[in-house]
């Protein structure tokens, strides 16, 4: 049924449009903003509106700056005032051993009467927020610090200060935008193909069916790669974030390995077993194949990337098969999934995401799940200090006392051989490579190559696979009238791999390299 409007919101809209089209060089402060009038509108009108003008990446704060005991911020402009600046004055009201502090923040110039600014307040102890909407000096209480680390710590780095950029609606319909990324849904799965088609440009043209290739067993080899991009449910929305952040157009892989018999089996970190922790796991091709096809419910797109013969002549298929079974049944590596992707200071960070933001975060899952946060990243970030057993906030402390910032720990490469306390760590990338490793495919180079620092965007870009057309197995592509360079056997939508196969390994590979959307250009020198 079409919504009908009356003639006040047919003005109300009107209003709203000449205020959005208005040239800028006006200067004149109106009573409200265009964006102020939406919560007026219907939803149908007010929803599209806003999700046009903000997105998902909305919900991410934007650092403006730190006020501590000798510098003020200086000025920043926010989503509402457009003059701003915060300061901070210790004192001892309680009469606690540290004392406590009060955060001062001026707020004014608002671009209307009914806008507010919402700030987040993150020291490496505590996380809280607040909102401004009158023109004047507000204030911030910390009644007393946390320990004397924390108090040290503020003394001379301050207290973090985040704004959202969006605002109070913006933040809203990006809470809208980015709720159904996570949903299993047929709304959850469209909202994740936009969050790629519009933050990473991915087309997602629709294959012609079948949608799932009819495979010969006989034709896929060891180490072959398995490419799998999951578009919906918990994990794709997970995936679609981790592509952005990276680059990669696929979020999860697995291996192929044959035995000495010829049966086909997978290899797999990251696989959900029955008590449903994520682990390392090497399944028989026929039941991998078999919960892909029907239990899988995250619409996984796959595809099979051959190895190239060459490659394939040099790949020790016993050495795979030992590294393989030693790593079965090991946890998923947590450790260091978050370390492939921060190679630089800030060439790996999409916008408003820097290493403030990723240490504010911690924060935050540190007290809400300090268990998670610790398998997470408490044990990678003591292994780049050469420390054991800090917490975050202690890491934090750690780094400020050394003269260096938690942005510069962040981009210290992860080494292959480090262990945990649930032994070697190796994400889904990660444990596939380290195969490649041992099965001598990175030789003569292998000692100076890190596959712990690889993202699968740096993994399907090795130029280790078939690039021979005419060597692909009969069924590859089959039906489809654009011939992908690799083989797509399962998923609707067409699979992108942009830059597939064209990078030849070097030493340090991967350790220093931007990946900035929405093209993730490589340097010259990476």
Known sequence: M??????????????????LTAKSSL??????????????LPRQVSWPILNYLNGAVDLLPTFVG????????????????????????????????????????KVSKAHSWTCMDIYVFATPHRVTWDYYFLSREHTLEFKEWDSKAEYEYVKRQGVSIFLMQAGMLGTLSALWDVFPLFTNTGWGENSNIGFLK????????????????????????????LAISKIRGRWGGFETLEKWVSGAYAGHTAVCLKDSEGKLWVGESGHENEQGEDIIAVLPWDEWWEFELNKDDSNPHIALLPLHPDVRAKFNETAAWEYALSMNGKPYGYHNMIFSWIDTLDGNYPPPLDSHVVASVMTVWNHMQPEYA?????????????????????????????????GELLTIPEQDDWLYADGKSTSCIAFVLEMYKEAGLFDPISGSVQVTEFTIKDAYTLRFFENNSSRLPKWCNDGDDVKLPFCQIKGKYRMELPEYNTMDPYPHMNERCPSLPPKYYRTQNC
């Open 2 to 19: 079409e919504p009908s409007f009356s003639l006040k919101t047919i003005l109300t809209i009107s209003l709203l449009l000449f205020f």
């Open 27 to 40: 200067a004149i402060k109106v009573p409200f903003h265009p964006q102020d009038l939406l919560p007026l």
């Open 66 to 105: 730190a006020a501590s005991a000798f510098k003020d911020t200086g000025d920043w402009k926010g989503a509402c005032f457009y003059e701003n600046r915060a300061w901070m004055e210790f004192h001892n009201k309680t009469g606690s051993e540290f004392g406590g502090g009060t955060l001062h923040l």
């Open 198 to 225: 519009k933050h990473m440009g991915a087309t997602f043209e629709q294959r012609p069916q079948p949608w799932v290739t009819n495979i010969s067993v006989d034709d896929i080899h060891s180490g072959d790669f």
């Open 374 to 406: 610790a398998n997470m990243w408490n044990e990678a970030l003591n292994k780049r200090l050469g420390t054991q057993g800090l917490d975050l906030p202690d890491v934090l402390v750690e780094v400020e006392k050394r003269g260096s910032s938690f």
